[in-house]
């Protein structure tokens, strides 16, 4: 599957440095781990310097940290860690969906517009997949109506 460049990631690592105002990124600001730790005060900001420096940096857990999935889990009524898989990021989590779910043949409609991903996806990899316009054309998304002959 050859999917094309997603035209918000290109135009944001383009612009998204060099703009004063950046008002149209798709994720929270950074920031360094002195204002991170700083969130908390002087205390707080040693303990967590303790914690981080005297911790070996690795890949951690396949699934996401277990600590993280239980306090999830007790967010719903009879669920458990087992049931939580912690992402890096939506566009992880709707390939995987996309991954998960999509078989040979499956017809899959996606609604335009939407992110990039969400018709790419299907209409890389989903041989019945049709486009559904729900909004005015511009010239940023593909127009194509149907991947399948009508």
Known sequence: MVMPPFAV???MDRYGKRSRYNLADTCVVCMTLDEL????????????????????????????SSRLRSAI?????????????????????NALVMT????????VISFHPSFQELFEYPRCSAPRWVCCHCGRRTDSFPTRKSSEAS
């Open 9 to 11: 990631e290109v135009c």
């Open 37 to 64: 730790f700083g969130f908390g005060g002087q205390e707080s900001r040693e303990r967590l310097w303790h914690a981080m420096s005297h911790r070996k940096q690795m890949y951690g857990e396949s699934a996401g």
């Open 73 to 93: 889990a007790r967010l719903y009524e009879g669920a458990s860690a087992d049931q939580v898989l912690v992402m890096n990021g939506a566009l992880s989590a």
């Open 100 to 107: 998960t779910l999509l078989r040979p043949g499956d017809r």
